[in-house]
């Protein structure tokens, strides 16, 4: 059967499988729609979150950006994991006691104000909305690839199944379509990288294969194997480099840490389990389930890597027989020239590819002894490495196939996540929070449908027409939520004197700090010529990239509240025994409004 | 600025001791290990990798996933010990 038809077939099961569940987990009542009625397990949950967590960019991107940056490359696997210990102590299980719907809910409550409600769901559709773009892109992307349809057929495809099941099951069928989507993620990622590890290493296990000894019997470890090709052709050494110095990675580590355990959507997983013992068990079992992924991604970068570099520089550097000829390259180089992804120029006409680093003085000194004129490899886009190395690793078919069916699962089950966020922030936070306080479940279930509909037009139109900021939504998605929901939500538990004046001052300082950073790098609102220092080393404070600034806007966020609350009146007695009452897990009911 | 509130209060101060524990190690393992002291701890090999390496990439991780279950189960202990438990 050719590779075309089984992807269908396989991505057409899972897309089936997704809309059964959804038929057979309905919502019922807002309870349902918005926490699926308190009463999840917790390792159900965990499963979910974890699918909820990894997106488009985990499941496609992170491998590449391993294989590319090597130890640099650490903060996003430190960044995006040390976030659920915080998580797990610091916020869930007193979310959890609190036993509201939303995270602009309990900020209302907390602080007393419509206001800091407000600007809690200003912050929450902000960080959502730049999020889920990445996803509609990840889903259009993923079936342009792989289905070859073009990318807006694609997204539409894709928005229909979200919409089927996220405003007809809300959290409930989101809960549950996760668990499977997480099902089919987790089983395209680790079995061709089963696969690579056996081969390289002899290893089946991609954690341990990545710490091996080569099977190619010169008894080096694959590590210093790696060091040892990568360096030869002038790149960093790959156990060593890093992206922008060591200040940069661990204030940007620090950054993911918070930002993950300040994004709503992944919050409010945690109001879906029956109790507060359950939420700390929860977040454990969800970072089990994304460990799973996050140390099969360091090997499968490392691997590939070498990999590509194996397969270019086939004997010995500068020898004339030494490189892949173009006439001889493989299928898969072929397959991905044609999508543009690949690019190769013969610059110095020999029919050869050379693959090095020609920014390396040293190395393009000697480069040109060889009679190399240039880095032949004009583009290796990095998102390549997850979706070509079952082809690069010669795997069946059927392998491509799961991994089409893995990278569409990933971006679906993020993109619905986050939809249900913003959506109930519209209908539970705005609506029946503020401006509609007097409206009947019933009605608020349908507005909840309405805005998640609402929801998905508008992301799809963004997919459709990413704005010129997409390259940025990282650093707002995750600056915003570190620099101003999660210094809140800390505080709101930690400081019983904390007071509304002191919240809101904090949030607005917390992330108008981190915007003007990200801003005077980027462009104001991304637009180029807007900036006014540009975006390089030398410009940046203390040597740290915009995209990297969330904990300097947390940190700010957090002084300037406890300074405000100190200058100003106590929180009443009512909003002091609140907090007593979520510090303690007894008489936790479900979640209700 | 906090009330003592008899035995509350030594509930929550048995919970932010436990949160200290926990968070010293979460430091210490990933800003600590695998960042500051990286090209220190990476002339010391674990297999085929080495030290600081293996802790930015690997042992960090497990370590974290070990730190939420320790955490879930002394504080299911505390909860019992200060009466303050579910059901």
Redesign the interface.
Known sequence: MDLKTLTYIVVGATFALYLGIAFWARAGSTGEFYVAGGGIHPIANGMATGADWMSAASFISMAGLIAYNGYGASLFLMGWTGGYVLLAMLLAPYLRKFGKFTVPEFIGDRFYSNTARIVAVVCLILASITYVIGQMKGVGVAFSRFLEVDYDTGLYIGMALVFFYATLGGMKGITYTQIAQYVVLIFAYTIPAMFISMNLTGNPLPQLGLGSTMADGSGMTLLAKLNLVVTELGFKEYTTQTIAGRLDMFVYTLSLMIGTAGLPHVIVRFFTVPKVSDARSSAGWALVFIAILYTTAPAVGAMARLNLHATIQTGEIGSPEGNLSYEERPQWFKNWEKTGLLQFEDKNGDGRIQYYNDKNPEMAAKAEGFGWKGNEMVKVDRDIIVLANPEIAKLPHWVIALVAAGGLAAALSTAAGLLLAISSAISHDLLKGVFMKGISEKSELRAGRISMAGAIVVAGYLGLNPPGFAAGTVAIAFGLAGASIFPALMLGIFYKRMNKEGAIAGMIAGISVTMLYVFQHKGILFIKGTEFLGDLGPNWFLGIQPNAFGAIGAIVNFAVAIMVAKMTVEPPQHIQDLVESIRTPRGAGGATH | ??KP?GS?DA??RA?LGL?TT??II?FVV??GF???L??ML?SIM?????LG??F???G???I??A???Y??HR??QI?REHD????
């Open positions: 600025m906090e509130q509350g509930y929550w919970t949160l926990v968070l979460w990933s800003f695998g960042i500051i990286q090209p990476d674990l297999g085929g990798y080495p390496f293996w930015a990439q690997q960090s991780i497990y974290f996933v730190l939420i279950f955490y879930a504080m299911g909860d303050v438990h579910e059901d």
